[in-house]
């Protein structure tokens, strides 16, 4: 302890054992950190990577080990405390106290507590009624008969469509999509791309409703479950999947001292920096904005492992890691559909090439005319050239 906060020796606490969790402590002793380096969580499971859980691990091809992050044959020197998560974080003197009643000192503290599924307000556990968030959901729908069985799906956006590809591959009989958008992800990917995922998924049998929102599942005596729509309709379903989105679980900090914004996100600087010396954030609990790059997507894969190399950095004192474009991909049938750049930010969609019954579009996005984003569906060769162009920008610029 009281090692200066940017040194090599400094006590680093990591709050919350995922994939930002994991690379923080990695990309320090990366750096030549050699100070001790402690990480809470409270899944009673060795942190494991999420992406699978939507698919691979959805439909069982791939298991629990499969998606661990710690390399056995190469550990990381830290260590571990799992099974009771952070309930307060401390200024003075910096650190964490955990459920069980433990304080855990540090000279850095990161918080990478990730996010928690979003629910409908009436929306219990029990039946069908399954959200995908860690792999006790994911394990929970994997063990759950599929084929045969109708299923509702709350929510468009890449999670629940993953899902609903893996749904249809274990022999579901009906599948049915319940979004506030009439094409999925129109308003952040453009019309176009909402209309060929749409069309990838209707091709293949999924209906999708109108746009609408839904409010609340109720059990019926035979045993199904009824999805109530706020337009007064409802959907009777064997299986309802809620995918709605994700909130910060930040719920433990919210009368501390950090500033979170309206979703819940601790607000952070480009480096990660919460204001509170010796603290910072990173993943999908955190709003990044960047002096250069501007706001920062959450919810992205390479995101959170990108926020970790830059915050490991910082804490070292080593100089500033430039940032990467953002990108994410999701995988749908046979579709790969890949983002790059920062397409949130702009205001023109112009399709490149391919079309929306072709599932291989790949389109263009732009800021006043300059293209700041692309968008690929089974593009993979355009989408790697772009995003190296765009490294190699990023770096020639640093
Ligand atoms: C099912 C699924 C599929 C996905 N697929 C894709 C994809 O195809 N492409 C893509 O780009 N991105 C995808 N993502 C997003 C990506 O996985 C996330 O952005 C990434 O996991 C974020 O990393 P994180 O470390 O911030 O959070 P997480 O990996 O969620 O880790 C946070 C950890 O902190 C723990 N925690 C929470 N509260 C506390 C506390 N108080 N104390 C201690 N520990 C705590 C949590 O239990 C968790 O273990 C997917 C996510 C999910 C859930």
């Given at each position: 302890m009281n090692a200066p906060i940017h040194s090599s020796e400094s006590t680093v606490l990591i709050v919350g054992a995922g994939l930002a969790g994991y690379h923080v402590a990695r990309q320090a002793r990366q750096h030549g950190h050699t100070g001790p380096i402690s990480i809470i969580g409270?899944?009673?499971?060795p942190a494991y990577d999420r992406?699978?859980?939507?698919k691979a691990f959805l439909n069982g091809t791939v298991n629990f080990e499969d998606l661990h992050?710690?390399?056995?044959?190469n550990p990381l020197e830290v260590t571990w405390h799992s099974g009771s998560g952070a309930v307060e974080l401390s200024t003075e003197p910096l650190g964490v106290r955990t459920a069980d009643g433990t304080f855990h000192a540090g000279d850095n503290v990161v918080i990478v507590t990730g996010a928690e599924a979003q629910r409908l307000p009436?929306?219990?556990?029990?039946?069908?009624a399954f959200v995908l968030r860690n792999v006790e959901d994911g394990l929970a729908l994997r063990e759950r008969?599929?084929?045969g069985q109708r299923i509702a799906v709350v929510g468009g956006g890449f999670l629940g469509l993953e899902a609903v590809s893996t749904f249809l591959d274990r022999g579901a009989a009906e599948i049915t999509v319940i979004a506030?958008?009439?094409?999925?992800g129109e308003a952040r990917l453009g019309a176009a791309v909402g209309q060929a995922i749409r069309h990838l998924h209707e091709q293949r049998g999924v209906k999708f409703g109108p746009p609408v929102y839904a409010h609340s599942v109720t059990d019926t005596e035979d045993g199904s479950q009824v999805l109530n729509l706020t337009n007064g309709d409802a959907v009777q379903a064997d299986v309802i999947v809620c995918a709605i989105g994700a909130t910060p679980a930040t719920r433990w900090l919210r009368d501390g001292e950090l500033t979170l914004g309206p979703s819940g996100a601790i607000l952070c600087d480009d480096f990660g920096f919460?204001?509170?010396?010796?603290v910072w954030a990173a993943g999908d609990c955190a709003q990044w904005t960047s002096q250069a790059a501007g706001i920062r997507p959450i919810g992205q894969w390479q995101e959170a492992v990108e926020q970790a190399r830059i915050v490991a950095a910082a804490i070292m004192g080593a100089p500033p890691v430039p940032f990467q474009e953002p990108y994410f991909w999701s995988e749908q049938y046979d579709v790969m559909i890949q983002g790059a750049g920062?397409?949130?930010?702009?205001?023109e969609v112009h399709i490149l090439d391919g079309s929306i019954e072709g599932g291989d579009l790949l389109v263009s996005y732009r800021l006043d005319g300059e293209e700041i984003g692309i968008l690929g569906m089974n593009r993979m060769r355009e989408i790697k050239r772009w995003r190296k162009m765009r490294t190699a920008r990023v770096l020639a610029s640093a």
């Open positions: 409270d899944e009673n499971r992406p699978a859980l939507s992050l710690d390399d056995p044959s009436s929306f219990g556990r029990s039946g069908g008969m599929i084929e506030d958008e009439q094409f999925p919460t204001g509170i010396p010796g920062r397409i949130a930010q702009s205001n």
